[in-house]
C-alpha cells in the first residue's frame, strides 16, 4: 500500500493550502516532511496513531496544523501563513513503529514516503 500525497499548488505569500494524504495506516503516527530546492529533506509535522499528539517545526509553528481522520484514513496539512521559504515538495510519511521511540523527526524512523506534492509560495 503505497501513501499519496496531494493538494500542492502555487500560492501567494500569506496564504493557504491544505495538503491530503491517503494513508491507511491508523495503528501508526504519521508525519509530513519537505524537501526545497538545493536542501535537504526536513521534518514539518508528526501525529500520533490516535491524534493525541502532535509535533512541528519550530520554523512552522503557529502556522501549520497536521491532523488526521483514521476512518477515512487520510492525513491532512492545513498550512496558513505561508511563506517564500516554504516553497518546497512535501511528502507524508508512515511511522514504522506502532509505539513512540522517543522522536518523530528523523527520516530513518519512516518505512513508507508518498510521491511528494509540490508547493510553491511567490513573494
Known amino acids: 500500500v503505497q501513501l499519496q500525497a496531494s493538494g500542492g499548488g502555487l500560492a501567494q505569500a500569506g496564504g493557504s493550502l491544505t495538503l491530503s494524504c491517503a494513508a491507511p495506516?491508523?495503528?501508526?503516527?504519521m508525519s509530513w516532511f519537505r524537501q526545497a530546492p538545493g536542501k535537504e529533506r526536513e521534518f514539518v509535522a508528526s501525529?500520533?496513531?490516535?491524534?493525541?499528539?502532535?509535533s512541528y517545526a519550530d520554523s512552522v509553528k503557529g502556522r501549520f496544523t497536521i491532523s488526521r481522520d483514521n476512518v477515512k484514513n487520510r492525513v491532512y496539512l492545513q498550512m496558513n501563513s505561508l511563506k517564500p521559504e516554504d516553497t518546497a515538495v512535501y511528502y507524508c510519511?508512515?511511522?514504522?513503529?506502532?509505539?513512540?521511540?522517543?522522536?518523530?523527526?528523523?527520516?530513518?524512523?519512516?518505512?513508507?514516503w508518498g510521491q511528494g506534492t509540490q508547493v510553491t509560495v511567490s513573494s
Open positions: 510519511a508512515k511511522y514504522a513503529y506502532t509505539y513512540y521511540t522517543g522522536a518523530y523527526s528523523q527520516e530513518y524512523l519512516y518505512d513508507k
Open positions: 495506516f491508523g495503528m501508526y503516527a
Open positions: 501525529i500520533s496513531r490516535r491524534s493525541s499528539s502532535t
